[in-house]
């Protein structure tokens, strides 16, 4: 087990130095971010040098990116061309991304499995129809739709919930932006579990546990259910990753100041500093969910050992 | 008061369905006490006077500063406001008095050394202000701020301070309406803790306008409180304000309609429609001193060669500009007569229909012009636009279909969109263009000469097309040496005929600012750079 972390963990570290140079070098092909911002006046040509100097634009990209990560391993992700240091943004972001992630993986997480396993043992039936046919509706709506629609009709329409999140983004304001988050990788979720479970009620492990006399509820919570939710895990820890770097458009809506806001201000603005400061602690982000859900495999199957 | 509203908002979430008609709806303070609400972007410069260049900061600026003049809200005039007098005789030596009883918010009296210290931090190149170009007239700039190479003198020569309410002003040449470009955020004086802790001083700034910081959560939210002993005759007529950062404007204005939010300055291009259903008269649509134009690149010589300029004419008279600014912009643009802006006024400059008939919609003109002129360069033309920001594509793209149309050729003009708007001006500067680029231009301060000489003046530094007239440049020349405004303005309007004639640029609209705002405050209005008129606006 040991050994077999290590090993992963090792594995990571060209796979953080790749992604970032790949970033990296996206954001560099984007071209010299220093005119825009001037706005429509042309810039001045003595400033504008000078930013390029000391924002280090002035040298080529094989030097540029070697000291990036010379200032990364020392902790400083560099200076965002408002004049805050990305750290400081990351702190700040990252921390009101983080709850609305883990409001919206709870959310997909309950109601998911919920109807999942309520579908699952009810194969081919009415509800499990319904069940899918909405699941499929809501796969199909992208989030801006379904994001302004709830934001209209619950924020402004009925005034059940406040239509923007305030700047502490207390968990309270964060159920409906989560919910718009979740709803998308609710209803894979859900799908996900309905099949696991459909096909494990059928398997000879559940047949021996009704066998055994065990209560019903104990045959699909204890054998069922942990057996099932291998491919569930995995889902929602690659998920993890994806929630988080993928609320650009959920949190633009409400207006969260999150990471997917920092990322889309530095996108728009070209400001290099910021948007590979944030993808990179994103990336680690993904390959440590996708750690952690390679290990809980082996709590929930105790058949798979890791050396 | 909102803090209170804002707590019973997250409760209402809490509870949802249960409590439903409980929520909802404001609590409006006392008359000069409460907060208002109002929406921002983030700036994407420090908050230095010198360094601030959009309006997002201007906002601010105009919330913390007074400086020497000020630009009426409704007139656009330059008003003295520190200022006791600027005195000249020869439109090149000034001499600027100050008033008695300014003081910034921390106590520290605003003395003539407030200003040259200032101007000085703002010019010196080390100090990296993007603003730094407005200081360019002051004698002595080309050394603190060279072209090439670094700084040899870290002060201007021609700023000198006589005594704590005198400094006198050399300019490198004439320019007789200088003074009027003191109101322009660059110029506002600064405290001596900018220079001593400039750290600090960003983290919550001093001014000496009619608003203090009382906290600013970057990114986030900024909230300015009246500044209870402010010396001027503007105070603020409420408790503050407090700016909100809103990534996206859609947001802002759902939240004013939901009664989160009290003023929003930019309404949304898709809810133009229903702008007037939603909000009746608090909705704001007034001039601003933004003009768009599509300037031609003149060191093209196929655009530049004998026999262009009427193509060049050809083409603005091709263009339907009253049914674009209708269909697309929904009457929020009003069809450009002229190179300036309506906001200067006839006083200022503005003439209406000065352009004369080469800004008139007039199709089978157009035809006979261009074909005279040996006809469109190559037979087609692109119009290039940066595509990430400002939806400038369905206008682009209106405007060539109304040249193919009146040339009756589909393919005489195409949209050529350019991903960023770095890359689109990196393009200009490097002198890449191949035909007509969009091209906005907001004033810097209510002046002709803004419009005019930074955009067509031989070596200008927004001269992106790179015109250049003998005969333009010795009229701005004698306009700058006019000895009062309204000989100044004529010379102006003089130059801005060769603009009509030789057409560098086709001008298509002046840009209105926008607003709206809620029944909680009123007396709201939008000075001509578009920004609220905070201080004057009152709660309930």
Redesign the interface.
């Known amino acids: 087990m040991g050994r077999y972390v290590i090993r992963r963990l090792l594995q990571m570290i060209p796979v953080f130095i790749g992604s970032t140079f790949l970033i990296f070098l996206m954001v560099y092909a984007?071209?010299?971010?220093?005119?825009?911002?001037?706005?429509?006046?042309?810039?001045?040509?003595?400033?504008a040098a000078?930013?390029r100097h000391?924002l280090y634009l002035d040298q080529p990209l094989w030097k540029q990116y070697p000291h990036y990560m010379g200032q990364i391993f020392q902790g400083n992700f560099g200076i965002a061309?408002?004049?805050?240091p990305v750290t400081?943004?990351m702190s700040?972001a990252f921390s009101v991304t983080l709850r609305l992630t883990l409001v919206a993986i709870v959310i997909e997480m309950v109601v998911g499995i919920a109807l999942g396993v309520f579908s699952g043992l009810r194969r081919g039936r009415g509800i499990d129809t319904t069940v899918l046919v909405l699941t499929l509706v809501v796969v199909s709506v992208p989030t801006f739709v379904s994001g302004?629609l709830l934001?209209?009709v619950f924020?402004?329409k009925?005034?059940?919930?406040?239509?923007?999140v305030?700047?502490d983004a207390?968990l309270?304001?964060l159920?409906?932006p989560g919910l718009v988050l979740a709803l998308v990788s609710l209803a894979y979720v859900t799908r996900l579990t309905r099949t696991s479970i459909a096909e494990n009620a059928r398997a000879d492990y559940v047949r021996t546990a009704i066998a055994k006399g065990l209560p019903r509820h104990r045959v699909i919570t204890r054998h069922l259910l942990r057996n099932s939710l291998i491919p569930v895990v995995t889902f929602i820890g690659t998920d993890i990753g994806a929630l988080m770097g993928g609320a650009i458009v959920t949190?633009?809506?409400?207006?969260i100041?999150g990471v997917g806001?920092?990322l889309?201000?530095g996108i728009?603005?070209?400001n290099s500093p910021t948007v590979v400061g944030f993808v990179t602690i994103l990336v680690l982000v993904f390959l440590i969910a996708n750690l952690l859900v390679d290990l809980l495999y082996a709590v929930l199957d105790p058949r798979i050992r890791y050396a | 008061m909102r803090g209170a509203v804002r707590a019973k908002w997250a409760v209402c979430a809490g509870v949802l369905a249960l409590v439903a008609t409980a929520c909802g709806g404001g609590t409006a303070g006392p008359g000069g006490s409460a907060v208002v609400s109002a929406s921002w972007g983030d700036p994407q410069n420090p908050l230095e006077p010198a360094n601030t260049n959009e309006v997002q900061g201007g906002k601010v600026l105009e919330m913390l500063f007074r400086g020497l003049k000020r630009y009426n809200p409704g007139t656009g005039a330059a008003e003295n406001v520190l200022a006791e007098k600027i005195e000249t005789t020869d439109a090149q030596h000034y001499t600027v008095t100050l008033k008695r009883g300014w003081t910034f918010s921390n106590g520290e009296k605003v003395t003539a050394k407030s200003f040259v210290d200032a101007w000085n931090y703002g010019a010196l190149l080390d100090n990296k202000q993007k603003n730094a170009p407005f200081f360019q007239y002051i004698d002595g700039f080309d050394k603190v701020h060279p072209d090439n190479g670094s700084a040899t003198a870290k002060t201007l020569s021609g700023l000198r301070v006589k005594d704590d309410h005198t400094f006198t002003v050399t300019l490198n040449q004439k320019f007789s309406s200088w003074p009027d470009t003191l109101g322009y955020s660059a110029f506002m004086p600064l405290p001596q803790t900018f220079f001593r802790d400039h750290a600090g001083w960003l983290a919550k700034p001093i001014g000496n306008g009619p608003y203090v910081v009382d906290s600013y959560a970057k990114g986030s939210v900024l909230k300015m409180r009246k500044w209870k002993r402010y010396p001027g005759s503007d105070p603020a007529q409420n408790g503050g304000i407090d700016l909100r950062v809103y990534t996206d404007n859609e947001t802002a204005y759902t939240d004013l309609q939901a009664g989160n939010l009290d003023l929003v300055d930019d309404i949304p291009a898709s809810q133009l429609k229903n702008v007037r259903a939603d909000l009746g008269d608090r909705y704001l649509n007034q001039p601003a001193g933004i003009i768009q134009t599509l300037t031609f690149p003149m060191y093209d010589p196929r655009w530049s060669k004998p026999g262009a300029a009427q193509v060049r004419r050809g083409l603005s008279m091709a263009i339907d500009r009253g049914q674009i600014t209708k269909e697309i912009f929904q009457n929020t643009r009003t069809p450009a007569t002229d190179w300036t802006s309506p906001v200067l006024g006839a006083k200022g400059g503005y003439k209406p229909g000065l352009c004369g008939e080469s800004c008139e919609f007039n199709p089978a003109k157009a035809r006979q012009l261009i074909k005279d002129g040996g006809g469109i360069p190559g037979g087609r033309t692109t119009i290039t636009y940066n595509a990430d920001t400002g939806s400038h594509k369905d206008w682009v793209d209106a405007i060539c279909n109304s040249i193919n149309k009146t040339l009756g050729d589909d393919k005489a003009c195409v949209g050529n969109p350019v991903g960023t708007f770095a890359d689109f001006r990196n393009k200009i500067s490097a002198k890449q263009m191949t035909g007509p680029f969009r091209a906005g231009w907001q004033m810097d301060y209510p002046l002709i000469q803004n419009f005019l000489q930074p955009l067509y003046y031989t070596g200008a530094s927004s001269n992106d097309g790179k015109f250049s007239n003998p005969e333009f440049d010795k009229l701005v020349n004698q306009a700058n040496a006019a000895p009062d405004t309204r000989q100044a303005v004529a010379k102006f309007q003089d130059a801005e005929r060769i603009l009509a004639r030789e057409m560098p640029a086709i001008p298509l609209w002046y840009q209105n600012g926008s607003g709206g705002y809620s029944d909680r405050i009123s007396n709201v209005r939008l000075n001509p750079f578009s920004v609220p008129v905070y201080n004057e606006i009152t709660v309930g």
């Not at chain 1, 061309?81 to 805050?84: C, D, K, Q």
């Not at chain 1, 009925?158 to 923007?164: D, L, V």
């Not at chain 1, 949190?251 to 207006?255: G, L």
């Open positions: 984007l071209g010299d971010p220093v005119a825009a911002m001037f706005g429509d006046r042309a810039p001045d040509p003595a400033t000078q930013i000391d061309f408002n004049g805050r400081e943004l700040s302004y934001q209209f924020g402004v009925w005034e059940w919930a406040a239509p923007t305030a700047l207390p309270g304001q159920l409906l949190e633009r809506i409400f207006n100041h806001y920092q889309y201000q728009l603005r070209q």
